[in-house]
């Protein structure tokens, strides 16, 4: 018995390493069962495919070893085998959790007895999985490219054309040509190559064909020695991106470059004017009185006027130069290799171009520009100190009057760090105080006698001592500044004014020069209010002098504003009247109960028979309209002989006094002379 047993055991084991030999080792398993479906072979490959060795599976039921594959058509097959049949079944899918996935063909063969009867079944499993991964890619690629619309391309590892789906047909008609022929550009063998030799795709590789632009990407299948190059259209694409980039470049009015192009095209003019040793230059030009056009004739038409000077300007730069605009009413020309002379030139064209007047809607405006010229040199830091340049030379230009034209020069320079440091120093003299007003005497030329006074901001230096008004309220608008200054000489004029109301007992008219940023501010009336309340200054003897540049910024606003202000009982004046290009549209558009002659024209008295007429005009239109006329800076007693004449109100000036402080004042009210 127990020889029978060994017997048979050594018997399996010459089976088993029979049957492992007979199959190889490398992906064939085999197995066998008796007529009872019992198993009785059960080779290593089997072991490994399934996961249960042979002692788990040896003299158990087929059905019971595989209750996942325990479906009908199993309990089928092994009869038809059983009945003497051979039965294949080709790429079976099969899974045993947490062991291994995969394909496996399968032959079920009876096998029989010495008496020739079927004895029992056996198995033969060939692992297919790696052909069926194979053969599912192929299928896979081979589908897709054929029903793509966009081209793809097979090429080989020579680079020749060996497939082109319908889409791509056009480019490739010929097989077998090489890759170059279907898509123009050199390197494509390369880089057919290239991802081939490295396993890795290469993506977006552009060609232009026939108008289109055709984005590539190359696929790579070492193990079949292919590359697929699958095409996509990015025609419209492209068109999007170029025009999203045009007009991240470019104004989209006049269609010139906008600024951030120039920049870049100076930055660019900068490297090479540093390589060449000069250059460039950049003209900056802000329009004369484009505010005035757009206030008055509109929008649409103030773009017209835009249009038309950009096509004027576009010849004026040559052919290597950039005209661009800025925005608003501000453009800009570079000069590529321009010397201070050559841009001189071309501010000489720009000047004649725009001479000529555009006709705008029925009626013609003539226009001109202010343009500050910046030209590099050794020590230009970048492009925005080269604009900065322009920019203040084109203030010094506008300074001047409408149509000039600056260089900008080493003095500019110091002129604008001496604002700087004038905004600075500005701050810190507001927090200490260092700023007051003076008062000038205003005479009534009736009486002779001070009726009233201007107030005019005055700063005491602690290292410059006094400073006028001329070296730092300009400085104060640009910064803001004048915002605080303004309520603070408010604050001090309407106390003096009701101190020397109640020393003296009598009332005196305290003018106040207001500023547009003030007039911007929304709590203006309140501030004014309360600089009267307690200071025992009357409302009635206030003025606020305005200037005409308040119509520049926000007419509506202003005038109510104004309207307001006068609602508390103070009275608004119309200051340096006949000095801008609006005052008699300004003496209609805002609330005002004087206006005050700018000193210019008074200057002019007497010498010049016009200047003469004009200020007589001037009164005779004020009071026509019940307007009060201050005349400012009467030098001359000829001058205020001349005034009285035309019955000019009031008038003030050094031949009475200059601006003196308020202790001074008082004394020059106490005298109470008579002019
Ligand atoms: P403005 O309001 O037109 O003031 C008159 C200016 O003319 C004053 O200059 C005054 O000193 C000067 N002036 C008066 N009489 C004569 C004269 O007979 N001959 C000459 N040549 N000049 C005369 P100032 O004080 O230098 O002020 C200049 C400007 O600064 C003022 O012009 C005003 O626009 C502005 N300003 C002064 N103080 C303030 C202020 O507190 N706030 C604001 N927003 N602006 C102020
Ligand atoms: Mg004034
Ligand atoms: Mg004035």
Not at 252 to 271: F, I, K, V
Not at 589 to 607: N, T
């Amino acid at each position: 018995m127990i020889a029978r047993a060994a017997e048979a055991a050594v018997d399996a084991q010459i089976r088993d390493s029979l049957y492992d030999a007979l199959a190889g080792s490398d992906g064939v398993g085999i197995a066998m069962c008796d007529r009872e479906l019992r198993y009785v072979v059960w080779n290593r490959f089997m072991a490994e495919l399934t996961g249960l060795s042979a002692d788990q599976v040896l003299g158990r039921h087929v059905l019971e070893m595989y209750p996942h594959t325990h479906d009908a058509r199993m309990e089928e097959v092994l009869s038809r085998v059983l009945g003497g049949e051979t039965v294949s079944l080709p790429d079976q899918r099969y899974t045993v959790p947490g062991v291994r996935s995969g394909w496996v063909w399968v032959h079920y063969r009876p096998h029989h007895g010495p008496d020739g009867a079927v004895a029992g079944v056996v198995g033969i499993v060939q692992d297919v999985t790696e052909r069926r991964r194979a053969e599912e890619e192929n299928e896979r690629l081979a589908a897709f490219p054929r029903e793509s619309p966009n081209p793809v391309l097979e090429c080989d590892a020579g680079g020749r054309v060996v497939y082109a789906n319908p889409a791509a047909a056009r480019l490739a008609a010929e097989m077998g040509a090489p890759i170059e022929r279907a898509l123009p550009g050199p390197g494509h063998a390369d880089l057919v190559r290239g991802a081939l030799a490295s396993g890795a795709a290469v993506r977006g590789v552009e060609v232009r064909v026939d108008g289109r632009v055709l984005s590539w990407s190359y696929h790579p299948h070492p193990a079949l020695g292919l590359v697929h190059l699958f095409g996509e259209d990015v025609t419209a694409r492209r068109a999007m991106e170029e025009r999203l980039r045009h007009e991240a470049l470019h104004d989209p009015l006049t269609g010139l470059p906008n600024r951030r192009m120039l920049m870049e095209r100076l930055s660019a003019a900068l490297d090479r004017g540093r390589r060449r040793g000069g250059g460039p230059a950049l003209l900056f030009m802000d329009l004369d009185r484009f505010k005035l056009v757009n206030d008055s004739l509109g929008h649409p038409v103030g773009d017209q006027l835009l249009t038309a000077v950009a096509e004027r300007l576009r010849p004026c730069a040559g052919e290597a130069g950039t005209v661009a605009r800025f925005g608003g009413d501000e453009f800009a020309v570079l000069l590529e290799t321009g010397s201070a002379a050559e841009a001189l030139r071309t501010a000489a064209r720009i000047e004649l171009a725009l001479a000529a007047p555009v006709g705008l809607g029925g009626c013609e405006v003539v226009t001109s520009a202010c343009i500050g010229i910046a030209v590099a040199t050794a020590q230009t830091d970048g492009p925005e100190w080269l604009l900065r340049g322009a920019d203040a030379a084109m203030y010094r230009a506008k300074a001047r009057g409408p149509g000039g034209c600056e260089v900008y020069d080493r003095a500019m320079h110091a002129l604008a760090l001496g604002r700087l440091r004038t905004e600075t120093e500005l701050r810190r003299a507001l927090d200490r105080g260092e700023i007051t007003p003076h008062y000038q005497p205003i005479v009534s030329l009736s009486s002779g006698r001070i009726t009233g006074v201007e107030a005019l901001a005055r700063w005491r230096h602690p290292e410059r001592g006094w400073v006028q008004p001329g070296e730092f309220v300009g400085v104060a608008e640009e910064s803001g500044a004048i915002v605080e200054l303004g309520r603070r000489v408010l604050l001090q004029a309407c106390r003096d004014a009701g101190a020397w109301a109640r020393a003296l007992a009598r009332e005196v008219a305290v003018s106040v020069n207001l500023s547009v940023k003030q007039l911007a501010q929304a709590d203006l009336v309140e501030q004014v209010r309360r600089a009267l309340d307690g200071s025992g200054c009357d409302p009635a003897r206030l003025r606020l002098e305005i200037t005409e540049s308040v119509l520049v910024e926000n007419p509506e606003g202003a005038a109510a504003t104004l309207a307001r202000l006068k609602e508390l009982g103070v009275r608004v004046l119309m200051d340096d009247f006949g000095t801008g290009y609006s005052s008699l549209s300004a003496l209609h558009r805002l609330p005002v109960d004087g206006l005050k002659v700018d000193r210019s024209f008074v200057a002019a008295m007497g010498r010049d028979g016009r200047a003469g007429e004009l200020v007589a005009s001037v009164v005779a239109l004020a009071h026509a309209l019940g307007l009060e006329v201050v005349a400012e800076g009467i030098e001359r007693a000829d001058q205020l002989a001349g005034l009285r004449a035309l019955g000019c109100d009031a008038a003030q000036g050094f031949l009475f006094s200059p601006a003196v402080d308020a202790a001074a004042l008082q004394r020059l009210l106490a005298a109470d002379r008579a002019w």
